[in-house]
């Protein structure tokens, strides 16, 4: 949107207002076709996003999706990992009775 004080479909003129946000462009961040988040720039006036603007834009929001995706089945390999271990204890131990 290159002007949202004039855009009927921004719903929130009052807060772009207040923040003085003027342009808003939006990408989503996807993984997999499942869209995990959402990363805009924001301008203080008015301003029509170049395809190139909008290319580095797309690009970052693709590698964030990807580093969040990644941190978060990290994440999950690692209490994996910890339920595993706990089970093994848990497994000695009743053996150990």
Request: no cysteine.
């Amino acid at each position: 949107m290159p002007d949202v004080s004039g855009d009927r479909d921004y719903i929130y003129p009052e807060l772009a207002r207040k923040e003085g946000i003027v342009s808003i462009f939006a990408v989503p961040m996807m993984v997999k076709e499942k869209i995990i988040g959402v990363l805009s720039s924001n301008t203080e006036k008015s301003h029509e996003f170049t395809k190139e603007e909008i290319k580095v834009l797309q690009s970052i929001a693709h590698q964030a999706a990807v580093t969040i995706e990644n941190t978060r089945l990290n994440e999950e390999i690692l209490r994996a990992k910890e339920d595993i271990k706990t089970r093994k204890i848990f497994s000695r131990a009743k053996g150990i009775l």
